[in-house]
């Protein structure tokens, strides 16, 4: 096949200043589309979400090659295959994943797919895993430059072009906007607790930060059987939400968040599973971990901002801290899984949903989001 036009959300500049709105940040353009390549699929994207991933790249962050098109959670359609493609057709609905795994480096090949080197090094670089770029320019400025892949996937398009390891093929019935979810909110949130931590049932868990990720992270502690089962976040809708979700105790966070997680739990949760991407909160998340437990840390704080403990507690307590990128996951086996656990009621991912958008819409939405009045927003393609 021959390229396509599409409409997608272009970054071209970093920091502008809120509303977005009104700055912009993200542009509408149109752009040439490559034929996928070998080992690719085309895919048109039925529904992305806006993630915190996304906004640090928009206010500066996290550092990314300019200019690139956005967005790293969705699902959509299979509507043509490059050469050298298995167990994929024509049809098919894929739920992207962020981080694409090659199969072979070293920590592929140990199970952990989320620190595959190439696919790190391919999301680094802007570029699918093969190390191409699809994307074309045909609007000033910069017609005929080719835009870089965010996170191999690049979701704020009408259809975009992956490595077929960023992609994994769930239920055909899945609605778009469901399926997308878990392609990052619910494999990370979810894979951080049952994966990363691995929550036992009667295990006391505390979640600090509940957007999309830390709201996953409760389902998935609740469904492991934690118990009690802490929510902390400065917002009271976030709390009452928390609550209809299966959160037994919540916590307004602030100075005295600690203490009320320790009284509530006589001496300080087994896990804390933080997602805030804040070095202060993770201290938080520490301080409220009781003795020979695990303080699990989702975030993705600035990259110049440093974490400190007591250096003795790690011995003399027996305290564990935890790193979970992409929920420690194996997306060919935990976003199937996951699914499953959703239509079986034990994941109620559909209630993180809470905005619908068109893509013209979608400066807007990472203005509500930034406020933190959203949980999950989706852009929503005909």
Avoid at 151 to 159: D, K, R
Wanted: aromatic fraction near 4%; glycine fraction near 12%; charged fraction near 15%.
């Amino acid at each position: 096949m021959t390229s396509i036009t599409v409409t997608a959300a272009v970054l071209s500049d970093v920091g502008l200043p809120a509303p977005y709105a009104q700055s912009q940040p993200l542009r509408l353009r149109q752009l040439q589309l490559d034929a996928p390549g070998r080992g690719e699929l085309l895919v048109k994207v039925g529904a992305a979400g806006l993630c915190h991933s996304d906004l640090s790249v928009i206010d500066g962050s996290r550092p990314r090659p300019l200019p690139m098109v956005l967005g790293h959670e969705a699902a959509g359609r299979v509507i043509a295959i490059g050469a050298d493609v298995d167990g994929f057709a024509v049809g098919d609905q894929v739920v992207f994943s962020f981080v694409p795994t090659c199969g072979h480096c070293a920590p592929c090949a140990s199970g952990r797919p989320a620190l595959c080197e190439p696919g790190a090094a391919a999301n680094t670089a802007g570029s699918l895993l093969g190390g191409e770029r699809r994307w074309q320019l045909t609007d000033a400025p910069g017609a005929g430059s080719r835009p870089h892949h965010h996170l191999g996937v690049s979701a704020f398009a009408e259809a975009t072009v992956v490595s077929a390891r960023s992609a994994v093929k769930v239920d055909a019935d899945l609605p778009a906007e469901i399926a997308a979810l878990f392609g990052c909110a619910v494999m990370t949130g979810v894979g951080a607790a049952v994966n990363t931590a691995r929550v036992q049932p009667g295990d006391s868990v505390a979640v600090f930060g509940l957007g999309g990720v830390g709201l996953a992270a409760l389902l998935g502690a609740r469904a492991a059987g934690a118990y009690p089962l802490i929510a902390v976040d400065v917002l009271p809708s976030k709390l009452a939400l928390a609550r209809e979700l299966g959160a037994t105790h919540v916590v307004a966070a602030g100075e005295d968040a600690v203490a009320q997680i320790r009284a509530i739990t006589a001496g300080g949760a087994q896990t804390t599973i933080e997602t805030v991407g804040s070095e202060v909160v993770l201290g938080q998340a520490y301080a409220a971990t009781r003795r020979g437990g695990t303080t699990v840390t989702a975030g993705l704080p600035h990259p110049g901002r440093m974490f400190s403990v007591p250096a003795v507690s790690l011995v003399a307590e027996e305290r564990t801290v935890k790193g979970s990128y992409m929920g420690s996951a194996v997306p060919s086996r935990d976003i199937p899984r996951f699914v499953a656990m959703y239509r079986a009621g034990l994941l109620p991912v559909d209630r993180l949903l809470t905005h619908r958008l068109r893509l013209d819409e979608i400066n807007a939405g990472f203005d509500r989001l930034a406020r933190g009045e959203a949980v999950r927003q989706v852009v929503v393609f005909d």
